[in-house]
């Protein structure tokens, strides 16, 4: 079965500092990627994705993430953070059958003025 | 536009007290899906549907029921809740297969 670990639970970065968010997953097979952001007390919007082809992706809100294979790993990067960011960050794995998505358990970004 | 929609955004509601908890979508989507979130957790999939397919997680308490009359709406019964059912929960639609899902706002129930 899928699983996915974001080993951090909470990130504070200053405004314009770069960001990266880890994420790690364990999958069977060619694996299906997402990045999701929350805000307080709203539901889950979708950043980007990944499903084959070039292992960077460009997402909404300037940002990107990184498939590497060989490290299991779909980091979520941003070079220059904006105060509005501040949210609860998560990422999923899903196989061809999206159906049976799994999430991570998050992590929290402050931003810092 | 086009949405996900869920109401109410909060409910609260007595130990015991069956609640029915709603969303629709103006997407036409397929697959409907209800996710449990709890505080700092990840959201956790209960159930979904495709079409009129249910399909339950093994581990989904017998507790939650799901209804889908039609395309557009979907229900999440909860039958006797429990303290421990006080959640957020999450509606989300899709196209099937690995297409994005999209959100609605959330349901945050409270159980008292």
Same mark, same amino acid.
């Given at each position: +079965?899928?699983?996915?670990?974001?080993?951090?639970?909470?990130?504070?970065?200053?405004?314009? +500092?770069?960001? %990266?968010?880890?994420?790690?997953?364990?999958?069977?097979?060619?694996?299906?990627?997402?990045?999701?952001?929350?805000?307080?007390?709203?539901?889950?919007?979708?950043?980007?994705?990944?499903?084959?082809?070039?292992?960077?992706?460009?997402?909404?809100?300037?940002?990107?993430? %990184?498939?590497?294979?060989?490290?299991?790993?779909?980091?979520?990067?941003?070079?220059?953070?904006?105060?509005?960011? +501040?949210? %609860?960050?998560?990422?999923?794995?899903?196989? *061809?059958?999206?159906?049976?998505?799994? *999430?991570?358990?998050?992590?929290?970004?402050?931003?810092?003025? | 536009?086009?949405?996900?929609?869920?109401?109410?955004?909060?409910?609260? =509601?007595?130990?015991? &007290?069956?609640?029915?908890?709603?969303?629709?979508? =103006?997407?036409?989507?397929?697959?409907?899906?209800?996710?449990?979130? &709890?505080?700092?957790?990840?959201? &956790?999939?209960?159930?979904?549907?495709?079409?009129?397919?249910?399909?339950?997680?093994?581990?989904?308490?017998?507790?939650?029921?799901? $209804?889908?009359?039609?395309?557009?709406?979907?229900?999440?019964?909860?039958?006797?809740?429990?303290?421990?059912?006080?959640?957020?929960?999450?509606?989300?639609?899709?196209?099937?297969?690995?297409?994005?899902?999209?959100?609605?706002?959330?349901? $945050?129930?409270?159980?008292?």
């Amino acid at each position: +079965a899928q699983s996915v670990t974001q080993p951090d639970i909470h990130i504070t970065v200053s405004e314009g +500092a770069s960001l %990266e968010l880890r994420c790690n997953y364990s999958y069977g097979a060619t694996p299906y990627l997402f990045w999701y952001v929350q805000s307080p007390g709203q539901g889950l919007q979708l950043l980007l994705k990944y499903f084959s082809g070039d292992t960077l992706v460009q997402g909404i809100k300037g940002f990107e993430a %990184e498939f590497k294979r060989s490290q299991s790993s779909f980091n979520l990067r941003k070079p220059s953070v904006h105060w509005s960011d +501040a949210a %609860e960050y998560f990422c999923a794995v899903g196989g *061809f059958n999206n159906n049976d998505m799994r *999430f991570g358990a998050g992590t929290r970004l402050t931003v810092k003025p | 536009d086009a949405m996900v929609i869920q109401n109410p955004r909060y409910q609260v =509601t007595q130990f015991g &007290k069956p609640v029915t908890l709603s969303c629709s979508q =103006t997407l036409n989507h397929n697959v409907m899906y209800w996710y449990q979130q &709890k505080s700092s957790q990840a959201p &956790k999939l209960l159930f979904h549907y495709y079409d009129k397919d249910f399909n339950n997680e093994a581990d989904t308490p017998d507790n939650f029921q799901s $209804r889908r009359p039609n395309t557009s709406f979907c229900f999440l019964d909860i039958r006797s809740p429990g303290l421990g059912d006080a959640a957020m929960y999450l509606c989300a639609t899709s196209t099937g297969g690995f297409e994005t899902q999209y959100f609605g706002p959330g349901t $945050r129930l409270l159980v008292l």
